[in-house]
């Protein structure tokens, strides 16, 4: 096995700050605040001397503009399952270390995402879209993995045997010990995970209890660990929160992208597409504005999500100020990872024509781009429909059709007749028919027409009927 931990050191800053532009981030020092403490501040804070478990007093004498926000367990335990979900990409053998970590077996991802560095890379950049500050390390253990993540350097191991050497070089202070045995063994000069190897097992394990030694012993390898994986939801609700309220639809679509690509992360962990999603928006004093982005054909990727969005935002006026931004999906559809051809192909020309129906449609509204569809119907004018782009049409199977114009004249137009010949400039000549279409009684719009193929005097294939009684009509014109 190999397992790849992730911690989360700023889980906490991150979770309420990570709704923030890079650039807007300048301002008052803040921190997050519990039982009347500090829980954690930002670097701005941390210059000024506050730190965790500093008592608010003492904080705000050092700080006199620290602003204050109080901690959200729940939001923390909803980010960090965000994050699982998302890297359930890479793997299926995702599972919780809380409050701040998250563990990843990826021993049979390696092949297919270029071995274990390219694959730590693609992770460690991941994350960090996301809006996260993540420790990175790799080994044979789940346990072992995880206290990597404490040292100073990042560690990437495959084999046992060099695990031991590297944790045996970390402080005591990363095994997560009661403050009476972490007191208990810097009386005794033990600092580092080598030294309270070396001392005697059974010793140890009555000082310290043997929930300590367990731990080594997963750690090590010489012991099993199971662990509960996690299983990836089966629709996508997210909110960020917004530092501050922005009126900007550039700032908003920054926020929107973290979102969108932790979206992504869980529709390629259970191999889904949507065919929309719904971004809303916060206001302070307002009703959510709620903006639903459509798709010509159910996909996944983030960047055609943003781009989408761009365009719908683009034209959109912002109702008020917005302190908040969600994306919502479900309905999620089976979308199988395809081969692409060695020389292209279809595939790549269909998704582009996808790409642009989408654009068109947030541009032009849905109503205004459609697809056609058949119907079986004999009347011509009721022989097609509007659909979806790209949605299949109804069968006509057992509707046998006649020769049709793509061209249809609408409404039908009166064709002078001349000793019983019908005339466009000129007499027509009759090559085909008639085909006699009598329909339409059930809905109020019931047709009788004897429709013929006719050539005029310049050559053009003309479709045009007469009713009984009497009376021409041109429908409609091949070519």
């Not at 007499?427 to 009788?448: C, H, N």
């Not at 479709?463 to 409609?476: A, E, N, S």
Request: with cysteine; proline share 6%; charged share 25%.
């Amino acid at each position: 096995m190999l397992w790849i931990a992730l911690r989360l050191p700023h889980l906490a800053l991150e979770t309420l700050s990570r709704g923030s532009v890079p650039h807007e981030r300048a301002g008052a020092p803040w921190a997050i605040a519990e039982a009347h403490r500090v829980f954690a501040c930002d670097a701005r804070a941390e210059s000024l001397g506050v730190r965790a478990g500093m008592g608010l007093a003492a904080a705000w004498a050092l700080a006199p503009g620290l602003q204050l926000r109080e901690r959200n367990p729940c939001a923390e335990r909803d980010a960090l399952e965000g994050v699982a979900a998302w890297l359930c990409r890479f793997t299926p053998a995702v599972s919780l270390e809380p409050p701040q970590g998250v563990l990843a077996e990826v021993r049979g991802s390696l092949r297919h995402f270029g071995g274990l560095r390219v694959l730590a890379a693609r992770i460690r950049e991941g994350v960090a879209a996301l809006g996260f500050s993540a420790h990175l390390a790799a080994a044979p253990t789940a346990r072992g993995a995880w206290l990597l993540t404490f040292a100073e350097t990042e560690s990437l191991l495959e084999d046992v045997s060099a695990l031991k050497g590297v944790l045996e070089r970390l402080p005591i202070e990363v095994l997560g010990m009661s403050d009476e045995a972490h007191a208990l063994l810097n009386r005794i000069g033990v600092r580092t995970v080598r030294a309270l190897l070396e001392l005697p097992r059974a010793g140890l394990g009555r000082r310290l209890g043997p929930a300590l030694c367990a731990d080594l012993d997963r750690a090590l390898g010489s012991a099993p660990e199971p662990r509960h994986f996690f299983a990836p939801p089966e629709r996508f609700g997210e909110t960020l929160e917004l530092p501050a309220e922005v009126e900007r639809a550039e700032s908003l679509l920054f926020v929107a992208r973290r979102l969108l690509l932790q979206l992504e992360g869980l529709l390629s962990a259970r191999q889904a597409g949507v065919r929309q999603f719904l971004v809303v928006l916060g206001h302070r004093r307002q009703a959510p504005t709620r903006i639903e982005i459509g798709l010509a054909a159910a996909g996944r990727e983030a960047g055609r999500f943003v781009e989408l969005l761009r365009e719908r935002l683009s034209r959109h006026a912002l109702a008020a100020p917005v302190e908040s931004i969600r994306v919502e999906a479900n309905a999620f559809v089976a979308l199988e990872g395809r081969t692409t051809g060695l020389f292209g192909g279809t595939q790549e020309d269909g998704e582009a024509w996808h790409r642009l129906v989408e654009r068109l449609q947030v541009r032009l509204g849905e109503e205004a781009v459609t697809g056609l569809a058949l119907n079986p119907d004999y009347r011509p004018e009721r022989a097609w429909r509007p659909c979806l782009p790209g949605e299949a049409g109804s069968a006509v199977e057992d509707v046998a059709f006649g020769p049709r114009p793509l061209w249809l004249v609408e409404p039908p137009r009166v064709l002078e007749e001349r000793g019983g010949v019908p005339q466009q400039n000129g007499p027509l000549t009759m090559l085909a028919g008639p085909e006699r279409i009598e329909s339409g009684w059930w809905d109020d719009a019931e047709v009788k027409r004897d429709y013929f193929i006719a050539r005029a005097t310049d050559r053009a294939l003309l479709w045009i009927y007469r009713k009984p009684g009497g009376g021409w009509y041109l429908h409609g014109i091949f070519a």
